[in-house]
């Protein structure tokens, strides 16, 4: 058979990947601006701007989980044993945050241990999903297709900095979305804030690309000796930080959330750039790690038809939610 | 003492399990009903329809969120603690989990979003399409996932490669031999659940004079569906238990306490079994009823536990009681249907309030009744985690130790706890609320009618001491 299933379950993955990334990152981002925002009316405007669709974006993890675990079962039963604390962690903060959406509007008296629940149910997720991609980037220890290291191998400084950078990004998402989709005085604070969460970010993605070759010599011979194509990825980030900066200067609305969007594509594809085809660094590729073709297939059948029915419909919720959450009025 | 994973792991896959098995058993039933009261109103525009469907989508949106977010936990559970377990089955497990995903979560969550927030949002034939969808979203998802549970009962359609499985027939493992015994039996209980739910509360409703129309309805559409849900769940039930006499006859041995092979076996309706001495003590039995019940002849040939090593008997005395609760609330059940069908003849079904406070206390048991039954089917299972195929202890994470997996069961306690408790206090402040507020709100609406009324979170524990504190 000349077709590649493996190259193309990698791109859906990636895709999947991104996906999440980018539609839980905002609602995450928000969690993590919480207890920083100007009033409990801005609150309500940040949290009424996420409820009817959260549970759609999360949706993207259950399925990163499943869809490596019907294509690259290596990766999953790598990944979960080797980051098994940090699974707990981002499960417990996932929780957390997911009930205090129904909690929260039921409660008056108990609404600041909802709203602290958000918050840090949102804060560790997100630290942990970025420590997880600090843990990729260093490799695992893995023999005979088993994790074979300890409990907090995934835990070092380099990924608490990964931790802490997907926090300012997701921040960054958040404050760029509520820009987007609020007014008045809640939208000034977002207009404030994120020309500070941008230099942040900025500060990390600096210091995590000087770290990382370091880190993985193999990384560093790719950018370094390899095809010089590559750069452009880096390059168009950069541009895109630049969009995002302008634009909320010139306090224009829907441009700073689009610029972020392009700003985590761009350093998603560098990251990827710096691995592929290792799935499981330091030694296994999308190749070794794959399931049975028969399985790859029968579930490719499925999901080419059934995607882009998911993409029309959750696009069709977006549409119906549309515009702007006004002070006051919410959803609820 | 050396702390054991496998233990742990163990008592943390059924704890997790449980708390979430709860979930989706009751939003299967109750989705469907809200999407039926949706279309009655939408058929007949009956205001109590609307009311009864408004607070129904309350409940539901606190118990939906409940079950999502243990539902993710469960997604990675397979990863983190029984990693070669996921790696061997990963060719089945992942497509059947990842078809779950792309064909119900994802439909699920977007029109639950439209159903809780979008009632001003879209036309009213839009927002019952949402309805109905949340409703098949819930179907489609119990299908994959009990096609897999029912494949690790009774594997098919693979073979064996170093180790790992390989799917050779999907039809064959996807619709293995229990699978529709399975699936036919956990959509009843589904709907048994639901309905007693909204018996009960429309009972206690009915005890308090409030709404008495809408719920009056609510509560007679109940008796009706139970009246003939719970004696043909028997029945139901009864053949997927010769099904499991057919494929894990050791499990049946266990739900009857039967030890030797042997004819004329009574039915126990009592006993203490002893697995270290193989036998019960103070049994109290009717002659020659299991013989009958699973061979259909009074002498028939029943396999005992005997049959396997010691090693390989599941925990007996959990299995047998589990499958007495099981049995025991089902009968119940069927008994409390017959005594409301007893009671409409007379004309008193309202009115009698021994029976309406009996529906409310009965809330509690399709969740028991449910809870047993995973117990009896999935303890019954063990040693096996793919039967006569693969064991717990093989499946167990390598590299996973006593202290990390005593870390994560404590955690995973900690977190649910003040999830469920937090959970069933805002829902019985639903509840108490009711459908009085709704109508109030609608009054004081008057000057934003911009304000849907779906999902109307109206903080009410101000007067009440707080839950989480």
């Given at each position: 058979m000349s077709i590649d299933l493996s190259l193309i379950w990698a791109a859906i993955i990636g895709f999947g990947v991104i996906m999440y990334v980018l539609m839980d990152g905002f609602d995450l981002g928000l969690g993590i601006l919480f207890p920083f925002a100007p009033d409990e009316e801005s609150r309500d405007v940040m949290m009424n701007s996420v409820a009817p669709v959260w549970d759609g974006n999360e949706t993207w993890l259950v399925l990163g989980g499943a869809g490596l675990l019907g294509a690259f079962p290596l990766v999953y039963s790598v990944f979960l044993p080797a980051l098994y604390i940090g699974v707990f962690l981002m499960l417990a903060g996932l929780i957390f945050r997911g009930i205090s959406f129904e909690f929260r509007f039921k409660s008056k008296k108990n609404r600041r241990w909802w709203n602290r629940a958000f918050c840090w149910g949102s804060a560790i997720a997100t630290f942990a999903q970025g420590a997880v991609v600090g843990a990729y980037i260093q490799g695992f220890a893995v023999e005979d297709f088993r994790y074979v290291g300890g409990a907090l191998d995934w835990l070092t400084p380099f990924t608490i900095l990964t931790g802490l950078g997907l926090m300012a990004g997701y921040a960054l998402l958040g404050s760029t979305w509520l820009i987007l989709k609020s007014e008045g005085h809640v939208q000034q604070w977002a207009y404030r804030i994120t020309p500070k969460l941008l230099l942040a970010v900025l500060v990390v993605f600096g210091i995590v690309s000087l770290w990382t070759p370091l880190v993985s010599p193999e990384v560093r011979d790719r950018w370094m000796n390899q095809i010089h194509l590559i750069w452009f990825f880096p390059i168009l980030a950069m541009v895109c930080a630049g969009a995002l900066y302008r634009a909320v200067k010139r306090q224009q609305e829907g441009l700073p959330f689009v610029a972020t969007l392009g700003l985590f594509i761009f350093t998603y594809l560098g990251l990827i750039a710096s691995k592929w085809p290792v799935i499981v660094p330091p030694n296994y590729t999308i190749w070794d790690a794959a399931s049975a073709p028969e399985s790859q297939l029968f579930l490719l059948v499925g999901v080419l038809f059934v995607i882009p029915i998911v993409l029309a419909y959750t696009a069709w919720t977006y549409w119906v939610f549309r515009g702007k959450v006004k002070v006051g009025e919410g959803y609820h | 003492m050396e702390l054991d994973p496998l233990l742990l792991s163990r008592l943390q896959f059924a704890f997790v399990v449980s708390f979430h098995a709860i979930f989706p058993v009751f939003t299967i039933g109750l989705a469907s009903y809200i999407a039926l009261l949706h279309g009655l109103f939408y058929k007949t525009e009956n205001p109590a329809w609307d009311r009864l469907a408004l607070f129904w989508t309350k409940v539901f949106a606190v118990v939906f969120g409940m079950g999502v977010v243990s539902g993710i936990v469960m997604s990675f559970q397979f990863g983190t603690n029984w990693s070669n377990f996921a790696y061997a089955t990963s060719n089945f497990l992942g497509p059947v989990l990842s078809y779950e995903v792309v064909t119900a979560f994802f439909l699920e969550a977007a029109f639950l979003g439209v159903l809780l927030f979008g009632r001003n949002k879209v036309p009213e034939g839009v927002h019952l399409f949402a309805a109905i969808m949340v409703a098949v979203g819930t179907f489609i998802s119990s299908f994959w996932i009990l096609s897999a549970n029912s494949w690790m009962q009774t594997p098919a359609g693979f073979e064996l490669i170093d180790g790992r499985f390989h799917i050779t027939s999907w039809m064959e493992a996807l619709f293995n031999p229990s699978f529709w015994y399975r699936f036919v039996h956990m959509g009843m209980a589904s709907f048994l659940t639901g309905g007693f739910v909204v018996a009960g509360v429309s009972a206690w409703f009915l005890l308090r004079k409030r709404d008495v129309e809408a719920n009056k309805k609510a509560l007679s559409m109940c008796l009706w569906l139970l009246l003939i849900l719970a004696p043909a769940q028997a029945v139901v039930g009864d053949f997927h238990g010769l099904n499991t006499l057919e494929h894990q006859p050791t499990k049946v041995a266990a739900m009857e306490g039967n030890w030797e092979t042997q004819t004329n076996v009574p039915l126990l309706l009592f006993a203490i079994p002893d697995q270290e001495s193989q036998t019960n003590h103070f049994e109290i039995g009717i002659p020659n009823l299991a013989s009958l019940i699973l061979t259909h002849r009074a002498d028939g040939e029943v396999p005992g536990?005997?049959?396997?090593?010691v090693e390989e008997q599941p925990p007996v005395a959990i299995v047998f009681w589990s499958f007495r609760v099981m049995v025991g609330i089902g009968l119940l059940m069927i008994a409390v249907a017959l005594v409301g069908l007893l009671l409409r003849r007379k004309g008193r079904v309202y009115e009698n309030r021994l029976f309406l406070k009996t529906l409310t206390v009965m809330i509690i048991s399709p969740f028991l009744a449910v809870l047993g039954g995973w117990i009896v089917t999935e303890s019954g299972r063990a040693p096996w985690l793919v039967y006569g195929v693969m064991t717990h202890a093989e499946g167990l994470t390598p590299s996973l130790t006593g202290g990390m997996a005593l870390f994560t069961l404590i955690g995973y306690i900690a977190v649910y706890s003040v999830v469920f408790l937090t959970g069933i206090y805002y829902l019985t402040r639903v509840v108490r609320n009711g459908m009085h507020e709704e109508q109030i709100e609608v009054e004081g609406e008057v000057e934003r009618p911009k304000r849907p009324l779906s999902a109307a979170h109206t903080p009410f524990d101000d007067d009440l001491e707080g839950a989480n504190a």
């Open positions: - | 536990l005997n049959a396997v090593p």
